[in-house]
Structure formats: C-alpha cells, structure tokens
C-alpha cells in the first residue's frame, strides 16, 4: 500500500481526528519545505512569499479583511522542524486523552477555537497595545502551538492528576505541564516571539473555558462543529436513489419485497444499531439525533 492509500485511508475512517489533524499539518508542511526548496533553486523566492502571506495571519486589519481565511490556515501552516515536531507530539500526546474522555468532535472544535482565540488575542494585541503595534508593521504568525496549548490545558483541566513519564525525571502530573507551558507562554509575551506567544496564552485561556463550561453542561464547540458539518456536507457525494418493485401484502413493503405490520415501526438492522452505538462511544449519548434515540429504543424492545 502506498504512502498516498495510507493518507486516503486515514480520512476515510470514522472517529480519527486526531491523526487527520496530525496528517493536515503534516503535509502541508512537507508541500511547503519541497515548494520552497524549488523555489528557491529555480530564482523563484518571491513566489514562496507571496503563498506564505496567503496562509499566514497578519496583525494589519486592512490586510486580514482582504485574507480572512488566514484566521484558520495560520495554525494549519509551520516552517521550522523543531516547531512542527514539538507541536505534532503534544498534540498526540494530550489530544489522546481528551479523545479517549470528550470524544472526536469536542476535540476538533477545542483545536479550532484555541487556534481561532489564539490568532485574535495575537491581532487585538498588535493594534491596541502600543509595546507590540511599534512591531505590526513586520509581523505575522504560523503555527499550530495555539491549538495545541488550547488542548494541553483542556486535558490539564479535565484531568488534572493524570501523569506522563517524563524521560529523566519520571511521572510528572499533566497540571503541572501545562503550568510551566503557560509561564513559558507569559515570559516570552516581550521576547523575539511575542505574538507567537500571546496566541498561546488566547489558545490556553479557551482550553481551561471550555472544559469548565462542558463540566457545566454547556458546550462551547457547537457552532465551530455547526460550520464544519456544514461545509463537510457542501462536498459529501448524495447517495442516488435507488427504485424498488415489491408486491403489496398487506403492510409497509421492504427493499428486498418483504412486509412488516402496518401497526408498527421498521426495527432497525443490526449495522444501524453498531453505527449508533460507535457514535455514543466517540460523542456521547446527548450527540444522537431524535431519529437515532427512537432507533436504540426500538432495538431496546426486541425479545
């Protein structure tokens, strides 16, 4: 199997977000280190710098009118290898925790948020803050350490004594990671990454919010995961319809020309009953449709 059934598969499969998020900021990391290689080699830089202004986020709000998107493609978007790697491995590393407790979906929507949070407290920073607007005019931003600090203390909040052995120190509490990631976050807010590092703090603050809230009953992710479904649907293949003959024996005729009663509904199949029961496991009970809830409680009643 090739590299590219490997990356075809992994989106294919249901309840894998986490790996689809790794793989995003994979590739477009490789495309952007090939493209910039040849680019480069070929006398053409300024082609380089003209795609990486289209992804990055620029403090300039007359710019970010006119490039709106790159609220979003910042956190999708690394240069350095250093970067890439310590973002990818926290993000494995805590967004396994709060998959296996909050499901798939919640921990889509934290990424989205604390990178969206990050990259508003970034520009709200650069145009009202007299210490960073002095340094708007050359600045920009990329990177997914927003997001990936978003869930790192989402996870600290949700699960405060979980501990990670730590290599030559030993299991340290996950609190006390994101502790010393958010003072690191702090104490660089007037270094050479002062941007990056106020977006952090945005990404940290929505990480600790939006467990808070969940523990309340309120989810914070919604209208992010609203937009997503919807553009998701915009470009998701309709199934045709498919027209059956069956003879009329009384009741409601199924595709393969049987019956059922009229008295009572079609009881669901056993897949449908699995894909239902998948879906509580990765987004919990309160996630099913009224359809769905009305199916689990008819397979409930069968002797």
């Known amino acids: 199997m090739s590299i590219t059934d490997d990356i075809k598969n992994a989106f294919r499969q249901p309840n894998n977000t986490l790996k689809q998020l790794i793989l995003i900021n994979v590739i477009v990391f490789v495309v952007l280190i090939v493209t910039r290689t040849i680019l480069i080699l ?6 380089y710098n003209a795609t990486m202004r289209f992804l ?17 493609t910042y956190f999708f978007t690394h240069e350095g290898f250093l970067h890439i790697i310590f973002n990818m491995l926290n993000l494995y590393w805590f967004g396994q925790l709060l998959r296996e407790y909050l499901g798939d979906r919640k921990l889509l929507s934290l990424y989205m948020l604390g990178g969206i949070a990050g ?9 009202f803050i007299p210490y960073f607007a002095d340094r708007a005019a050359y600045s920009f931003m990329i990177g997914a350490s927003a ?30 990671i994101a502790a010393f990631l958010v003072l690191l976050s702090i104490s660089g807010a007037v270094g050479d990454n002062a941007g990056g590092n106020i977006a952090h703090l945005g990404g940290a603050f929505i990480g600790w919010l939006f467990v808070k809230q969940l523990q309340r009953g309120n989810d914070m992710g919604r209208p992010v ?18 027209v059956t003959h069956s003879s009329f024996t009384g009741g409601r005729a199924k595709p393969n020309g049987k019956s059922s009663s009229s008295n009572g509904p079609i009881s669901p199949d056993q897949s449908e009953i699995d894909r239902i029961l998948d879906k509580i496991s990765s987004s919990g009970y309160e996630s099913l449709s009224k359809e769905e809830k009305q199916k689990l409680f008819q397979a409930s009643q069968k002797d």
């Open 147 to 176: 997001s990936v600090l978003a869930i790192v203390v989402g996870a600290a909040t949700l699960l405060p004594n979980f501990a990670f052995n730590l290599i030559l120190i030993g299991p340290v509490r996950i609190k006390y």
């Open 42 to 47: 070929t006398s053409g830089t300024w082609v």
């Open 119 to 127: 990259g508003v407290l970034y520009m709200l920073s650069y145009n």
């Open 225 to 242: 995961l609203a937009v997503l479904d919807f553009f998701a649907n915009l470009f998701k293949r309709k199934p045709k319809l498919k």
């Open 56 to 72: 990055a986020l620029n403090p300039d709000l007359f710019i970010f009118i006119t490039r709106p998107w790159t609220l979003i």
